[in-house]
C-alpha cells in the first residue's frame, strides 16, 4: 500500500469548504472523486484542516493511501485532467506509511488580504477584503507582538468544541505593499476562525476604535464578546504546512 502526499491549490470562491458535507461541493469531495477515477479503487482523503467556504489555498496538504503503482509525476497529470480550473494538484510524492497530512503537521500557516483603498477593485476581488476606513498600520503592528507565543485564545475563536484552545503562534507579521495590507500567521494549530477574528480584531485597532492596551487585554481575557467581528472568507489563504 502506497501512502501519497500532495500539495494542493484552490480558489475557495464556489465551494462550502475542504471538508465534505451534505449542503454544497467541497473541495474534498471533487478532489476525492478526481483520485478515484484515476486510482480505480475508493479513496480516503486525510487534509491537513478544514478551510471555510470561500477561503484559498496554495499550500494545502493531504495524502491518500492506495494500491496503485502509477508514479507520482503520472498521478498528478491524471488526477489534475478530471479537476476542475479552480482546483489543481501541484505534486505529490510517496511518504511513510504512518505520514498523516494532519496530525504530523508541525505549524500552518494563512496570510490574509485587505485592500486598504476607498475604492474597490473588480479584478482580484475574490482574494481580499476591501475596507475603505484608513488604518494605522504600526498600531497594528504594536497591537499583534500580543499574539506572539502559546496563548489561550479563547477570544478569537467561533466555536466552544475544542478541547483546549491554546495554540502557539511562532510568526504574526502584517504588512504594507501599496494599498495592500497582508497579515502573516504561522502557528502550531488554529481554532474555527482564529485568525479571521484576530484581524477583524486589528482592525478595530488599525482605525482607531480600540486602544493598544485593550487589544492585549482582550488576548489575556480569553472573551469572545470583547473582540472584534470575523472579517469575509474571501481575503484568507492557506499557505504552507510544515512536518
Given amino acids: 500500500m502506497n501512502n501519497i502526499k500532495l500539495i494542493i491549490e484552490y480558489d ?13 461541493i467541497t473541495i474534498h469531495g471533487v478532489l476525492t472523486k478526481a483520485i478515484e477515477r484515476v486510482v480505480n479503487e475508493e479513496a480516503t482523503l486525510q487534509g491537513s484542516g478544514r478551510t471555510d467556504a470561500g477561503t484559498h489555498a496554495v499550500g494545502q496538504v493531504a495524502n491518500f493511501k492506495t494500491k496503485s503503482d502509477i508514479p507520482v509525476y503520472n498521478l498528478v497529470q491524471a488526477i489534475n485532467t478530471y479537476l476542475p480550473k479552480d482546483i489543481v494538484v501541484k505534486s505529490a510524492e510517496k511518504v511513510p506509511e504512518d505520514f498523516h497530512s494532519r496530525y504530523s503537521a508541525k505549524s500552518k500557516t494563512y496570510c490574509y488580504t485587505i485592500l486598504n483603498s476607498e475604492i474597490r477593485d473588480a479584478v482580484g476581488r475574490d482574494y481580499c477584503l476591501h475596507y475603505s476606513t484608513p488604518l494605522n498600520v504600526d498600531k497594528m503592528q504594536r497591537a499583534s507582538k500580543a ?11 467561533s466555536k466552544s468544541d475544542v478541547i483546549s484552545s491554546v495554540r502557539t503562534i511562532m510568526k504574526m507579521e502584517i504588512k504594507e505593499n501599496g494599498k495592500y495590507l497582508t497579515f502573516t500567521v504561522e502557528a502550531d494549530g488554529f481554532l474555527y476562525k482564529m485568525v479571521r477574528s484576530i484581524v477583524g480584531t486589528l482592525l478595530e485597532v488599525g482605525k482607531g ?4 492596551t485593550e487589544f492585549k487585554q482582550i488576548v489575556k481575557s480569553g472573551i469572545r464578546a470583547r473582540a472584534g467581528n470575523t472579517v469575509a472568507a474571501s481575503g484568507l489563504c492557506l499557505l504552507e504546512v510544515k512536518y
Fill in 209 to 212: 476604535k480600540m486602544k493598544i
Fill in 147 to 157: 499574539l506572539m507565543g502559546k496563548h489561550d485564545f479563547s477570544a478569537f475563536k
Fill in 12 to 24: 475557495g470562491t464556489n465551494y462550502v469548504g475542504w471538508q465534505q458535507q451534505k449542503n454544497g
